[in-house]
């Protein structure tokens, strides 16, 4: 078993790396244009949806797929398709046991609670999908009930999963 401080500070250097990829920072900085968010929400609904097919989240605001599909539709027109990456990364979550989604969980929903909640401030684009009824009773759920038993292997898949989301953020630069 290890602690969820320990599970951050496994993840902490990927992490870092996500922020500072292209996409990150346009995100960030607001600068991030409407296709390219577009192109973005599809691909996080598409894990979102692998995601919550498999793994009970114990509380319905966490549920992020059909407010993903709601920020896609709202982003200006043209047509959205799924990365490679995004692709690869949905193949592997869809082949994983369940008990080995934890740490999936914890890099994206922790994600959109915290870091989410910073670029909600900053986008001009929708964000339906950050917006939670409670911040504080979403992360108690996922500290208390999908990341009470935490061990080296959800680390592993946590690490997995930031390695994802920084080649999905690259490969999405790098088509537009």
Same mark, same amino acid.
């Given at each position: 078993? *290890?602690?969820?401080?320990?599970?951050?500070?496994?993840?902490? +250097?990927?992490?870092?790396?996500?922020?500072?990829?292209?996409?990150?920072?346009?995100? *960030?900085?607001?600068?991030?244009?409407?296709?390219? $968010?577009?192109?973005?929400?599809?691909?996080? $609904?598409?894990?979102?949806?692998?995601?919550?097919?498999?793994?009970?989240?114990?509380?319905? +605001?966490l549920n992020r797929r059909q407010w993903?599909?709601?920020?896609?539709?709202?982003?200006?027109?043209?047509?959205?398709?799924?990365?490679?990456?995004?692709?690869?990364?949905?193949?592997?979550?869809?082949?994983?046991?369940? +008990?080995?989604?934890?740490?999936?969980?914890?890099?994206?929903?922790?994600?959109?609670?915290?870091g989410g909640q910073m670029l909600r401030?900053?986008?001009?684009?929708?964000?339906?999908?950050?917006?939670?009824?409670?911040?504080?009773?979403?992360? +108690?759920?996922?500290?208390?009930? *999908?990341?009470?038993?935490?061990?080296?292997?959800?680390?592993?898949?946590?690490?997995?999963?930031?390695?994802?989301? *920084?080649?999905?953020?690259?490969?999405? $630069?790098?088509?537009?």
């Amino acid at each position: 078993m *290890i602690t969820q401080q320990e599970l951050k500070q496994a993840c902490h +250097d990927l992490h870092e790396q996500a922020e500072k990829t292209a996409i990150a920072q346009a995100l *960030i900085n607001g600068t991030i244009t409407a296709s390219q $968010y577009k192109q973005l929400m599809w691909q996080l $609904y598409m894990i979102a949806d692998a995601l919550e097919s498999r793994v009970n989240l114990g509380l319905g +605001d966490l549920n992020r797929r059909q407010w993903l599909a709601q920020d896609c539709a709202h982003s200006g027109d043209g047509k959205v398709s799924t990365l490679l990456t995004t692709s690869n990364y949905v193949s592997d979550l869809l082949t994983l046991r369940d +008990d080995q989604l934890r740490g999936h969980v914890y890099v994206h929903y922790m994600g959109w609670l915290y870091g989410g909640q910073m670029l909600r401030k900053a986008l001009k684009l929708p964000t339906a999908h950050l917006q939670f009824q409670n911040v504080k009773a979403c992360v +108690d759920q996922i500290r208390t009930n *999908i990341l009470a038993d935490i061990a080296t292997a959800d680390a592993d898949q946590a690490q997995r999963g930031f390695q994802s989301i *920084i080649e999905i953020y690259n490969e999405l $630069y790098s088509a537009s």
